[in-house]
T-cell receptor
């Protein structure tokens, strides 16, 4: 089944404790992206990747890191999480092309205490 | 600065009637628009899209209208069904770009 998977789905952590949210897709997509969803703000892009070893900042990259060592995986790293990073996170992927549909993972709900 | 705006956080419609969800944008460089639907505990799923060279696109019960001069698009669902209850996100894309710019979302509730 074609899908984007994220782990963990739910996470409670404390300020400053490094964490990684994994994202994997099995559709051989070149493009992958991370979004965060916050009430009243919709989904905002954090980072994106056009292909292996090619990543760039989105609209709200502060406090986040990413890597793209393999085509299928695009982990989101929070080196020192803070309470303002409490949010719902979505990974998405698509083929390259302006009209290609982006497929979203199920989301990871993060609470930083 | 919110470039894509959905000014109605919620909408309640009776089953069988028409649901109309609205979206406004500010950047005239957007050339492709999409609607995504999101159920609780799931990721958004693509619903329907429209290119800026068109003013209407239809797919079954779903129709998207684009008014470029007003920088406004709308999603019509006819007839509305209980399974349409979800959050709907409007999104826009710049020409040649992959990035999606999303609105805040509208929660649609279809009442039996």
């Amino acid at each position: 089944e074609a899908q984007v998977t994220q782990n963990p789905r739910y996470l409670i952590t404390v300020t400053g404790k490094k964490l990684t949210v994994t994202c994997s897709q099995n559709m051989n997509h070149e493009y992958m992206s991370w979004y965060r969803q916050d009430p009243g703000l919709g989904l905002r892009q954090i980072y994106y990747s056009m292909n292996v070893e090619v990543t760039d900042k989105g609209d709200v990259p502060e406090g986040y890191k990413v890597s793209r060592k393999e085509k299928r995986n695009f982990p989101l790293i929070l080196e020192s999480p803070s309470p303002n990073q409490t949010s719902l996170y979505f990974c998405a992927s698509s083929f390259l092309g302006a009209k290609e549909t982006q497929y979203f993972g199920p989301g990871t709900r993060l609470l930083v205490l | 600065d919110q470039q894509v705006k959905q000014n109605s956080p919620s909408l309640s419609v009776q089953e069988g009637r028409i649901s109309i969800l609205n979206c406004d944008y500010t950047n005239s460089m957007f050339d492709y628009f999409l609607w995504y639907k999101k159920y609780p505990a799931e990721g958004p799923t693509f619903l329907i899209s429209i290119s800026s060279i068109k003013d209407k696109n239809e797919d079954g019960r779903f129709t998207v209208f684009l008014n470029k001069s007003a920088k406004h698009l709308s999603l019509h669902i006819v007839p509305s069904q209980p399974g349409d209850s979800a959050v709907y996100f409007c999104a826009a894309r710049f020409q040649g770009a992959q990035k999606l710019v999303f609105g805040q979302g509208t929660r649609l509730t279809i009442n039996p």
